[in-house]
Nanobody, 114 residues
């Protein structure tokens, strides 16, 4: 059974930075697309960024130039570096593995507020 555990969330002021991590158990990490999603109160969960097994990345328009997704296959970990944070980035951030067979983490809260 695959488990994904996110960490690194917290409270940050507008303009600040956070780095999220998602550690995966098991041996299939390196063979799967990884993604970060977020869900704000009262809104649907939305895609933030994805990274393929070869390192190709994709971002939602609202985070381009501010967020960077990366992965370390040796550590079974995917990261989301978030810079220039805005209040509208406030959400629970979730890590996702796979496309057909999908695994989700439990989420980590990110709050951007002064």
């Amino acid at each position: 059974q695959v488990q994904l555990v996110e960490s690194g969330g917290g409270l940050v002021q507008p303009g600040g930075s956070l780095r999220l991590s998602c550690a995966a158990s098991g041996s299939i990490f390196g063979r799967n697309v990884m993604g970060w999603y977020r869900q704000a109160p009262g809104k649907q969960r939305e895609l933030v960024a994805t990274i393929t097994t070869d390192g190709y990345t994709n971002y939602v328009g609202s985070v381009k130039g501010r967020f960077t997704i990366s992965r370390d296959n040796a550590k079974n970990t995917v990261y989301l570096q978030m810079n220039s944070l805005k209040p509208e980035d406030t959400a629970v951030y979730y890590c996702k593995m796979g496309i057909r067979t999908v695994y989700w983490g439990q989420g980590t809260q990110v709050t951007v507020s002064s």
